[in-house]
Every structure is written in C-alpha cells, then in structure tokens.
C-alpha cells in the first residue's frame, strides 16, 4: 500500500476552507449563558464515560501525535535546540514502535512545530523536505501588552521567514472591558496581517477567568476571522482545562451552527500525559464529532505530551513498560 | 489496511469490558442456590418455589434465591428481635466503629459489588462504579458519625425497635445503604427483603457484614417477591415499616399497616418536571436530561421525565438535545463506553413498551437516539416523546424507562402550574442563570428535592423524600435519622373510649343555670366567617351533669369540602414571614387573655372541672400561643454540607392544608395545642374540636376574628369526629392529618389517608396530658413540616 493514501498530516495551504470571519454580532454571545458548576460536571464526567484500549487506544495515541503542535517557547531556545525539537517532529517516535504498528510508510510527524519568532527561519531550515507546517507565536507573546502596529509588524515577519501559522494572543484588557469592538478590530488585522497563513486565536483563558469571558472571547475571535481558536499560551496561572475547552468548541459549534464555517481548536499548556492526549479526544469527538480529531482541525500545544505518548506506544507493541531513556528527546 | 491504521480512519472508541471474572466465579461458587441471612448465618436454599434471577443484558440466568415465606420472616424479626436490646445498648462510638468498619469494607470490595450490580441490575458499569457505590460507602460513613452522636444530637430519642424494610431493583445496594445504615446508627435492628430481581449484591453485603464483624441479628436479610414483603408488613414484631418502591404497593402498605401502630415512612413514584427557562445554559441543561432521564435507564424515583422548556428557546433546545442523543450509547452494561444499559428485566421493557406505544396512540411523536440496540437482552433506547397533551398517559404515568415528555411553557407562572400539575412531589431540577427566578421556582414547586442547575444529585448528608404521593419521611441527614427514632410515647390511665352519639332533635332539658344572658349560638367558622352548618341541624351539648349547657353544628362532608377549599384559598398565611405570623398569634394571646374569665366559665360549664383547674387551663392557652409566636420566626431549617461549591437548603415547608380531630378532654387546650404548631409554621387547618366539649373553640373564632387571623387559616367543623375525620381524610387535597381519638379511629383515618398518601397523626386522644410538657414542643413542629432540600451550585 502507498503511503500517499494514508491519511495525511495537515499541510498548509491543504486546510479545509479557511472561516472568513463576518461583522461583529455580539448578540451571538453577550446575553450566552455559561453555567460554571454544570461545565464542570460535564468535563468531569466525559473521561469517565469513555475508555479507549489496547489497538483502539494505540490509534489514539498516534492520531494525537498528527495533531500535537511540538513546541518550545523558552527564554533559552537557540537555532540547535529547535533543530532538535524539529527533528523529533519529523520522527515522534522510535523506529521499532513504528515497526511494531506497522506505520513505517505512514509518514507520521506531528501536526506542526511551534517556535518565537525569531527561531522561525531556523525551524524552516530544519524541516525542510517534510510537510510540517512551521508555527509561530506572535504578537508579543504571551501578554500581548505591544503596540498594535509592532504586533502587526511581528506578524509579517513571521510569515516572510516562512511560518505557516501564526499563534496570536488577544488583549485580555479588551475582554475584560468588554470592548468587544476593540477585540474584534484587532483579530481581524492581525487575520489580515497574516495573509495565507493561518490565524490561531490564543484567548489566554486563564487570565480571563469566568466562562462566560471565554465563550465571549471565542466567538468574537472567529467573527473577526480566527482559523482556531487556542486555550493557553502556557505562561498563565492556569493553562488549558477540560471546562474552559468544553465551553470553547461549543462556541465553536455555534459559530458553525450559525455560519456553516468550520474553526480548529487547540488547547495548549498544561497537558502531559497520553491520558490527557485520549481526555481532550474524546471531548473532541463527543462534542464535536470526528472531523475535529483531524489535525486541520485539532492541535495539542505541548511539549513533553509527546514523551508520554511514546512510552505508552512503546508498552502497547513490546508488552513492557517502558523507559524514556530509549527514546529521543525533543 | 493496517489495523492501526484503520482504527485511525475510524477512530471507533472499540471494547473495553470490565472484568468479571471474579464476579462469575463467585456466582459459580453459588450456583445451588442462595438462602436467606438470618440471624448472622445463611440458612440453605429452598429450592421450591426459588426465584431465578436474570442477567437482564443477555437474559441468561446467573442465580436462584429462596422465596422467604412467614416462616423465613418470623425468624428473621425473631433474630433481630433479639439481637435489638444489645445493639441499642452499645455506646453511639461502638455502633459507630461497626458503621464504620461496614463503610471500609464496601470500599474495599467496591469494585466487586459494582460488577455484580451491574451484572444483576443491568446498569452500566460506570454508574455503579462511580456513582452507586462511592454513595453506599458515603451513606455508611456519614451515618458512622450519627451513631457517634444521636445520643447528644437526639436527647430523649430512642431507637424505634425492628425495622422491616423492603427496597426497590433501580439502586439496589445503594438503597440498602440508605435503609440499613440510619437504622442501625439509632440503634435499631432490621429485616431487609431486597427487590426480587436484584437480590444479589444485598446478599454480598450480607457476606461483608459477616467479615466486618456485625453482631448477627443485626443485619436479616429475607429474600423473595412481593409475598414475602407482605409477610414482612404483617409481621406483629416489626415496629417500622420503611418501603421504597411504587406509589401503589406504598397505598397498599399504608392500608395493611392502618392502626397497628408501625412507624411507616414511604418513598415512592415520581414524575419529577424539569424546568428550563429562556435564560439557562441549554447545553448545561441538555446535559442535565442526559443525567436526569438516561441515567439507570430512567429507572430513576426522582428522574426528570416532564421537561418544560420555555418557548423562547425550544427549538434550540431540542436541536441540541437530540444532536446529544446521537452520541449516547446503548450497549452492554459492563463495557466502560455504554450511557445506557439493560432493563432490569423483560416485564419492566414490555411495560415501558406498551406505555408508549399508548402514548403514540395519543398523538405523542417520539425522538429515539440512533445506533444500534444490541441484539439480546432488554434494552430500551434513549426517547424523547413531544407533542404530549398534559392529559396523555405519557404526562401523568411514571414510565420509569428512558423517555421524557418535552412541553413548551410561556411564563414562570406557566412553568410553574406544568410543573405542580402531576399527584407526585418527588423531585424537580429548575434551569436559569436568574438566581432569583430560580430560586422563586424551587420555593413554589411542590417536591421534596429541587435541584437548581443540576439534577440527580445525591448525598448522605441531605434529606431525600417526597411531598403529596411521592410518599413521606426522609432518607438522609438529620431529616433522615429522626425516621428511624421514637420519642416518648404518652400513655393514659385509660384509652378514649367511643363518643356518646349525638342528637339532633330539640333536647329536653333547659340549659343549665340561669344566669346565661342572651342565647349564643355556636356556628361553624369556614373562611373567617361563621357559618350555618349545611344539614341545616344543631346538637346538644351537655355539661357534666347531663343538661345541656348550648348547641353546636352537626357539620356534615359538605362543611368539610367547604372548609377544606375556604383553608385552600388562605394562600397568603405559608408565604407570611415567620414574625407575621407570630404577630397573629399574639394578638391573639392578648385577646384571649381579655376574655380568660368567660373562657374558664364556658369550660367550667361543659366539663365541671374546678374553678382553678379551668383558670389553669386558659392560662396554659394563652402562654401556649406565647411559646409558638416565639417559634414561629425560630423554627429553621438547615444548610447542609453536602458537596463542594454547593448550598443545600434544607427548608422547613408547611405541608398545606391540614385536618386535626382534637380529643375529648381538654377542649379548649387541646384544640390549641394542636392548632397553634400548625399555624405557627404556616399551615392552613380544619379542625374538628372535642365533639363532647366544642364551645370552647367555637367561642375561639370570635378571637381569631379579633386578632387579624386571616379568614381560612382555621376552620372549624362541629359535629361527630370520627364522620368528619373520615372525610378529612378521604380527601384527596388535604397534605396532612392529625387525629386524637380512639383507635378504631386512628386505624380508619390510617386506612383512608393512602388515597392519597397523606401524612398522618394518630394517638389516642386520652394519653396526652396536654397541660403539661407533653402539649406542647419541637415534636409539633416536626410534625408540622415537610423538608425541603433545595440544591443550589455556585462558581462563575
């Protein structure tokens, strides 16, 4: 079997139709009520009514690795550390897993690489060759507090270095304030600046605190054009959670239900373990359905989720628990 | 196509069954055939006429259990007879280490009590993992702590003796938990008959009693059907019936223990409304319905099966509710993915069958959820029936499936009169982000558990139970535990004897004395007024010598069908504030205390008691009204700890309209110690007073009148007690009735309360010295309300 009728990691430019945006309805969420307690129970229980094992579980495990976002976002990053970082995304796990599952030919990478903006041209220099998306943080990540212009300045260069994606975050101020017209006028800019590459809205759900900031947040960024809509930078107090995502893909939902546009989401921050890769899949494909497991559509913002992943896999094809000392690092 | 890699492409949850094997080899084990557990041992399996049980998800059968006849009983209550003076004479910290070690070992054999549950009951495994036994073990713990203090939290309170409990198939061991465990923490023994189709893990429990040490006896475990809970009901030894289950067995057991004297709480059927205003989170809501009808099946007392949407907001609601539905998964109980396993068994799936195929016949449409049902068992899909007139058998009957009514409403006052109109008064669920709305709501619906925002959720530290035929008594939290105590009993040197029968032709003795003045006649008071009685008839009443000391009004079942809707329309009185009414009561105190020489007169004349004697009891009128004023803003309810990020109110709520029979003796304090509790905490009343004796509450209306009482909030009927009594408690909208009299009267007022399951008071009217302690106190009150428990979740 070729590998070209495998399912295929997302690609720029291969998206879905990229969401348009439209004018500023904020009848489409300020009277939108959220029940914290009922969010909450719901996320609670979603894991508990699911359970995925043995082959199904080892699917999972690699459809998250298509849709994780590899990320470093460090004060210490240099050209070699995102070289390494990328060379993992080409290769997420150990050649004998592969064997093991028998996806040698399936060209699995993850979903993207994610980077500063500086260490773009590095990453672009490091997966040359593949099809993995380059994405980078912009806008003064993560608190955002630059001057619009610089911020949209930032954006154009990212994407003249060649990024595919670009990782915005919101003014929180604007939320909080409820200047839902400052808040739009502003994404949808940087949705301009970024011309073919793609847009994912970072809300920063931590800073805005209550859900119904979050479902506000969310629909106001897809309004003003948002490709996805994303949880965390991963520098708040609190980074991505099951409630804050629940609330956000049904925002999500409803933007569709009201459009008939498709947006991605992407909780980032936070999330370590394969359990968790499993958790927001299921939410996902509860929630939503199937087409958003597919990486045009889902993303995991994490770094060492990976590791994780690769253990369990590892356990699934030897039957042994298994030591990341065999593994790659990132 | 590599195998990873179709999964991939369908990204199917796939299996994941939960292992029995531990479950099924103990049902191996026991493959001849359970007995009974009496006395701390099983006695062998009788094989003639054993039930088999059924695993409801593959119809195959996985035991037999012994049909418990009265012989089986009697040993039983014999056993726990027995063993109940020790046990009640443990110290509360002993019968709590025993609690306690109960709650440690079904946590530790958590997992195998789930399987079982699931495999017996056909629920799914997740429920009974993560919902079911974490709350047995919660039940046993919270009630360790009760053990530990009913003795300084309950002074004066002493355990009631053998309980005779018989519990429902929908939670099998957790509403073993909810029986067994207040029982013994007040010191109690029992006798237990498990449903006949979910037998097993009672008979588990029944092993883990043995292993945590239970003195035997404490614990009998009686297997059978529905004869062997009428074995139980009957038994002489049995001092508490407790019995969850349908509201019509509950009519039948109020029936058959009628006058025996048994404490009896119920807790039955169910056809609790779910409210959803325009301003809710409707995903919040949607899946609220998925919790409040899907879970057990919707074999669920309280499940929300009548969903109220408001209008503003029902298309959305339905379009995302069954966009839900497709994503429920009905399958085999014991796989970690199923939402929605088995029909405990064919008989329930045919039930729930022939009640919808009736309800389409009346027009009602369904919304089933897709996917495939599996090929054997009995399963029943997810359903949602629209277009279902209030009158629909679908509106009004318990389904206890999956299968909900969704009906559209206009207004909070709309909402609210769909929501009252069933005979049940179980539970509700109300959903608004409006806190004052919602709290409006949830004080306004007649039910003993409305959850705000939520629904189904349970707790061993708040009360559960229903108004109206839902039953009455309270499982959990202090509520709960009073169930399982008894105060001190007052006893007489003798028992009321029957009532002289009254005559309504002209007398032929004068009036006693001569110095009455101008003729009084006594009317009956219907709705602040007085009011001829309908037979258009009086009758003498004499004094102690034999001559008539006036007349009063032979009241007939008209006057109390009058006084009854007069007592129906004094609606404003329960929504007064607590110092309103105690305003009332006294102004009160200060009009009769004006007219105290004319009351001890008119006692004096119709009984011949003692001039001090009638002065006293007077006295004691006027400092009765005093005592409850005082209680009238003072009587709270509680906040209970429950979850986190949760307030459960628990509300003392009047119980509506109230009928009292007063006794004999006493007449004017015994009229007002029983009227004045129940108006104090909001009740509307209709008394029939001391047929012998009645002008002394005759003469009382012309001081209601005097002191602002609200017409309607009592009524008073003249005439023979026990005729009035039956029609008080015939009638099918009166909440409460109170009787003191002879025990044929208490069994008839007994017998004729189930028609509608109405809470009940009787002792005989003679044992009561009601100038003293015993007149008056908490117990009253107690009486007097309903709980409430009012679950509110917060967190923005």
Redesign the interface.
Known sequence: ?KAET??RPHTAGANDVRNPGMPLAIEMFE?H??????????AA?LT?????????Q???L??AIRCIDLTTLAGDDTEGRVARLCAKARRPVAEHILEG???QD?GLTTGAVCVYPTMVPAAVRALKGTRIPVASVATGFPAGLMPLKLRLEEIRYAVGEGAHEIDIVITREHVLKRDWNALYDEVAAMREACGEAHLKAILATGDLQ???NVYAASMVSMQAGADFIKTSTGKEGVNATLPVSLVMI?ALRDYGDATGQRVGFKPAGGMKTAKDAIAW?VLM??ELG?RW?QPDLFRLGASSMLADIERQLEHYVTGRYASSSRHAIA | MNKIVKLIESMDYGVAPEDSAIVTAWLKKHEAGFGHFIDGAFTAHVRQDRLEIINPATGATIAHISEGGEAEVDAAVKAARAAQPRWAALSGHQRARHLYAIARHVQQHARFLAVLETIDNGKPIRESRDIDLPLVARHFYHHAGWAELVDSEFPGASPVGVCGQIIPWNFPLLMLAWKIAPALAAGNTVVLKPAEYTPLTALAFADICREAGLPKGVVNIVTGDGRTGVAIVAHPGIDKVAFTGSTEVGRIIRSQTAGTGKKLTLELGGKSPFVVFADADLDAAVEGVVDAIWFNQGQVCCAGSRILVQEGVAERFKELLARRMKTLRTDSPLDKNTDVGAIVHPVQLQRIQELVALGESQGATLIRAGGPLPKSGSFYPPSIACDVEPASVLATEEIFGPVATLTTFRTPEDGLALANNTRYGLAASVWSENINLALDVAAKIKAGVVWINSTNVFDAGAGFGGYRESGFGREGGREGLWEYLATPKPTGRRKEGALPALSAAPGETAPAGTDLGIDRTAKLYVGGKQARPDSGYVYAVTGPKGRAVGLAGLGNRKDIRNAVEAAHKATGWGAATGHNRAQVLYYLAENLSAREAEFAERLRAMSGESKSSAAREVATAIGRCFWYAAQADKFDGAVHQTKSANVTLAMNEPLGVLGIACPTAAPLLGFVSLVLPAIAMGNAVVAVPSQVHPLAATDLYQVFDTSDLPGGVVNIVTGERDALAKTLAEHDDVAGMWYFGTADGARMVEAASAGNLKQTWVEDGAARDWSGAEGQGRQFLRRAVQVKNIWVPYGE
């Open positions: 079997m495998f399912p009277a009520a959220v029940n914290r307690s009922a969010a909450e129970r719901r229980t508990t009514r699911r359970s995925v094992k043995k082959a199904n080892a699917a999972w690699v459809n599952l028998e996806l399936y209550t859900l119904r049904r899949q494909k509860e199937d497991l």
